[in-house]
């Protein structure tokens, strides 16, 4: 009897600590930016795609042919409160002389490149210079002083080329040294831990002293996760950098999600799925980064956007990233399009304090 009430009481209070951590972390000043539904807006799109000739052609639909509008159309509209207007100016303006880094997989080079996208649109005679090199990309405003940066790794923490194999190793995290001292980091990662044959870019998986063949690859993301939080609870100074984790970006391959036949994919979608809800629930890796950044010591703001992503069903470029030769594509977003809204929800956050 004393036992168990001790038990109840010690879940009890886990539980209202969780929920407590949570809402620290994903709602802000009583209302949930995240928790809202899409409305057709005529003002949108923010931009015209054929301003930024930076852009990667597999984010340009319109060019390779999409004929549909309505997507371009779509704003995200809060259920308990009105959010801001991206304003490209005030965001150089309080980003002068600092350095902002996306690190992660394609996702977040699609956010990248919306974010320079729009602030160029914003400001188009402001002096520019753009760099690929590689897996890190440099956008800078050179009258601002304002580099945006985008690092590309899919897993944050290392894989390694060793004699037996290419080891991907959940307990190390190389990378951190070139994030330090970045103003605001922005992470994402998810996709890759799916792959497996010739698209699976290791061997290996090592933890600890351990090698293992292959593992749940929900168990290793979380691992990996635990890494990466890890260094941020080391290595971050809350007072210098702002730290996100782009919440984990859907795809819609599969129509049964959300209610329609089995072997309807993306393709033909242009309209989202209207309502606050997606029929197809949470995702399993979403719930898991949730998780990881619940237990952290440093403040992390989650971008909380799989549940409005998920309900763009529509956005995606199909067979229009490429022109068609690259088949289906329902994982990216078109630009303009549904990154524009994280990109404007990451504004949003940063304006607030
Ligand atoms: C949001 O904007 C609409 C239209 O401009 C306005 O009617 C409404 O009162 C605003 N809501 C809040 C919570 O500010
Ligand atoms: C690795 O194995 C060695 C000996 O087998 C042990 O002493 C060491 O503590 C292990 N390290 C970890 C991180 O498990």
Request: hydrophobic share 35%; with cysteine; proline share 5%.
């Given at each position: 009897?004393?036992?168990?009430?001790?038990?109840?009481?010690v879940?009890?209070?886990?539980?209202?600590?969780?929920?407590?951590?949570?809402?620290?972390?994903?709602?802000?000043?009583?209302?949930?930016?995240?928790?809202?539904?899409?409305?057709?807006?005529?003002?949108?799109?923010?931009?015209?795609?054929?301003?930024?000739?930076?852009?990667?052609?597999?984010?340009?639909?319109?060019?390779?042919?999409?004929?549909?509008?309505?997507?371009?159309?779509?704003?995200?509209?809060?259920?308990?409160?009105?959010?801001?207007?991206?304003?490209?100016?005030?965001?150089?303006?309080r980003?002068r002389?600092?350095?902002?880094?996306?690190?992660?997989?394609?996702?977040?080079?699609?956010?990248?490149?919306?974010?320079?996208?729009?602030?160029?649109?914003?400001?188009?005679?402001?002096?520019?210079?753009?760099v690929?090199?590689?897996?890190?990309?440099?956008?800078?405003?050179?009258?601002?002083?304002?580099?945006?940066?985008?690092?590309?790794?899919?897993?944050?923490?290392?894989?390694?080329?060793?004699?037996?194999?290419?080891?991907?190793?959940?307990?190390?995290?190389?990378?951190?040294?070139?994030?330090?001292?970045?103003?605001?980091?922005?992470?994402?990662?998810?996709?890759?831990?799916?792959?497996?044959?010739?698209?699976?870019?290791?061997?290996?998986?090592?933890?600890?002293?351990?090698?293992?063949?292959?593992?749940d690859?929900?168990?290793?993301?979380?691992?990996?996760?635990?890494?990466?939080?890890?260094?941020?609870?080391?290595?971050?100074n809350?007072?210098?950098?702002?730290?996100?984790?782009?919440?984990?970006?859907?795809?819609?391959?599969?129509?049964?999600?959300?209610?329609?036949?089995?072997?309807?994919?993306?393709?033909?979608?242009?309209?989202?799925?209207?309502?606050?809800?997606?029929?197809?629930?949470p995702?399993?890796?979403?719930?898991?980064?949730?998780?990881?950044?619940?237990?952290?010591?440093?403040?992390?703001?989650?971008?909380?956007?799989?549940?409005?992503s998920?309900?763009?069903?529509d956005?995606?470029?199909?067979?229009?990233?490429?022109?068609?030769?690259?088949?289906?594509?329902?994982?990216?977003?078109?630009?303009?399009?549904?990154?524009?809204?994280?990109?404007?929800?990451?504004?949003?956050?940063?304006?607030?304090?």
């Amino acid at each position: 009897m004393g036992w168990s009430f001790s038990i109840s009481v010690v879940l009890f209070l886990t539980l209202l600590i969780q929920i407590h951590g949570s809402g620290r972390s994903f709602i802000e000043s009583g209302c949930n930016l995240f928790q809202g539904s899409w409305v057709y807006d005529n003002s949108y799109p923010l931009y015209d795609i054929s301003m930024c000739p930076f852009i990667e052609p597999e984010f340009d639909c319109e060019s390779h042919g999409r004929p549909d509008k309505f997507y371009l159309k779509y704003r995200w509209q809060p259920t308990g409160c009105n959010l801001t207007r991206f304003n490209g100016e005030d965001f150089l303006n309080r980003l002068r002389g600092k350095r902002l880094m996306f690190v992660g997989d394609s996702l977040s080079l699609n956010q990248w490149q919306s974010l320079t996208c729009m602030l160029h649109t914003a400001l188009p005679f402001a002096s520019y210079s753009v760099v690929r090199n590689g897996d890190f990309s440099i956008f800078t405003f050179t009258t601002y002083n304002v580099k945006l940066m985008f690092s590309r790794n899919a897993f944050l923490v290392d894989i390694v080329g060793e004699k037996n194999g290419r080891v991907l190793k959940l307990d190390s995290i190389g990378a951190g040294k070139t994030w330090k001292g970045i103003d605001v980091l922005i992470f994402d990662s998810w996709h890759w831990w799916l792959h497996t044959g010739r698209k699976q870019p290791w061997d290996f998986i090592q933890v600890g002293n351990q090698t293992f063949r292959d593992m749940d690859r929900l168990v290793a993301y979380e691992k990996a996760l635990t890494t990466w939080a890890k260094w941020v609870d080391y290595n971050v100074n809350p007072a210098k950098t702002r730290v996100f984790f782009q919440g984990v970006s859907p795809d819609h391959e599969n129509a049964q999600k959300w209610g329609e036949h089995a072997g309807n994919t993306c393709l033909g979608q242009s309209r989202p799925v209207l309502g606050s809800k997606y029929p197809g629930g949470p995702l399993p890796a979403e719930l898991v980064l949730e998780k990881v950044l619940r237990s952290m010591k440093k403040p992390v703001k989650l971008l909380d956007i799989t549940t409005l992503s998920q309900l763009r069903k529509d956005g995606h470029p199909s067979i229009y990233g490429t022109g068609g030769h690259r088949g289906l594509d329902c994982s990216h977003w078109c630009l303009p399009g549904v990154p524009d809204t994280w990109n404007v929800l990451l504004y949003a956050a940063l304006i607030q304090k």
